[in-house]
Each structure stands twice: as structure tokens, then as C-alpha cells.
């Protein structure tokens, strides 16, 4: 039971750069996050999914996608990486909102040069 | 809108004593929930400890309590008998129940356990 696994763990991208990152789980939650984590900043919520075939937007979309493939899967695209994107990207999921714990995936460390 | 503050960008505490990590929200919604998480150095997120607006007591999970002060708008984390391993980042969010809103999240707590 491998609960939420993104992929990669680390990325280097030169700016202009595109790439997708990866993420799915296996706990039958219906909902998806992506987050951004930046030191000072704690979490900042890119884009969501409240489930299968939706997609919203968070605090920070600018400059990224997203793709809801199936309810297992979420992913998140740069399609022009800039430096300002350098951060750790955190996937998480939770089974409806409301009282329940997100569930986080490892991270994923992207720096943009 | 949803905002968390938490006011104190580091903590250090003796070892095996009781230590408060504190958040205030603000937040029109009469319905909503409180967390907080746990990010070692080693970077993983971990749940610690959920309280609902409407809940009559608060929250406790083994070391962890939460002092929920509704009407002064805190949910302040209380760590008894501090351990080495609880040195860590801690963030406190929060989501809305009216609008399903997702999670929104302090910027967190350094703290240090000192032996």
C-alpha cells in the first residue's frame, strides 16, 4: 500500500524548460492538491481537483497545468520553467474535504537554472 | 477568505518539557476544521491532530493537545514531554466546511529540542 507517490523526488531544469510531474495514489480518495513549499512561505496550494474530471485553480497557478487523467492520478506541468518556480512541489490527497487529513506525498525538489 | 498566522518562525524547548506552538485564523465560515502537520528534516508531511469548529472538547493524540479558543480565533498545539524527534517544522491549516475549501496553511514553527 504505497499511499500517494509522486515522481521524480529531484529535478533539474534549465529555464524554458518543460516537464511534468507525476503523481498517484492508491487510497480511493477523491480529492487532489498540488502544493508549492517555499522557506518563509509554508505551503502555498497551486491547483486542485475535487475529483474526477474537475480541476481548480489554488493561490499560485500562474505559469502551470494540471491534468486530472483518471481518479488515481493527478499530474502537474511547467511548460516553461523559470527560476521563480525553483521550490518543492508536494502532492496530496484527501477522501472529501471537510475533516479529513491530506495525505502527502514525498516531494519533489525542482530547481530551475 | 481564509487566513492562518502563526507568529513564531522558531521555538526552542528543553527535553521533556511541555512546549505551545501558536495559530490564529481568521475566517467568516461558522464551520470549519483545524489541522496541523509535522515536517521533520527529513521533508515528509505528517498528520498530527484534527479539531472541528463545532467540537465541545479539545482535541488530544498521545503527546499532542490542542488548546482550541474559538472566540479568540487560536488552536494553539501543545507538545508534551518534549523529545529530540520532535524537533521539526510545524504548520497549522485550516479549511472552510461551507465552500469545501481546500486546506490553507500557516507558514510554520522551527522547532528544536535542545538535550
Known amino acids: 500500500n504505497a499511499g500517494v507517490t509522486q515522481t521524480p523526488k529531484f529535478q533539474v531544469l534549465k529555464t524554458g524548460q518543460s516537464m511534468t510531474l507525476q503523481c498517484a495514489q492508491d487510497m480511493n480518495h477523491n480529492s487532489m492538491y498540488w502544493y508549492r513549499q517555499d522557506p518563509g512561505m509554508g505551503l502555498r496550494l497551486i491547483y486542485y481537483s475535487a475529483s474526477e474530471g474537475t480541476t481548480d485553480k489554488g493561490e499560485v497557478p500562474n505559469g502551470y497545468n494540471v491534468s486530472r487523467l483518471n481518479k488515481r492520478e493527478f499530474s502537474l506541468r511547467l511548460e516553461s520553467a523559470a527560476p521563480s518556480q525553483t521550490s518543492v512541489y508536494f502532492c496530496?490527497?484527501?477522501?472529501?474535504?471537510?475533516?479529513?487529513?491530506?495525505?502527502f506525498g514525498n516531494g519533489t525538489r525542482l530547481t530551475v537554472t | 477568505a481564509q487566513k492562518i498566522t502563526q507568529t513564531q518562525p522558531g521555538m526552542f524547548v528543553q527535553e521533556k518539557e511541555a512546549v505551545t506552538l501558536d495559530c490564529t485564523y481568521d475566517?467568516?465560515?461558522?464551520?470549519?476544521?483545524l489541522f496541523w502537520y509535522k515536517q521533520p528534516s527529513s521533508g515528509e508531511m505528517i498528520f498530527l491532530i484534527y479539531q472541528g469548529s463545532y467540537d465541545q472538547q479539545n482535541a488530544t493524540e498521545g503527546r499532542y493537545s490542542l488548546n482550541f479558543q474559538k472566540a479568540r480565533k487560536s488552536a494553539n498545539l501543545v507538545i508534551s514531554a518534549s523529545q529530540l524527534g520532535d524537533s521539526a517544522m510545524y504548520f497549522c491549516a485550516m479549511r472552510d466546511f461551507s465552500g469545501n475549501t481546500p486546506l490553507v496553511f500557516g507558514k510554520g514553527t522551527r522547532l528544536s529540542v535542545i538535550a
Open positions: 475566517t467568516s465560515d461558522p464551520s470549519y476544521g
Open positions: 496530496a490527497t484527501d477522501l472529501d474535504g471537510l475533516d479529513s487529513p491530506l495525505h
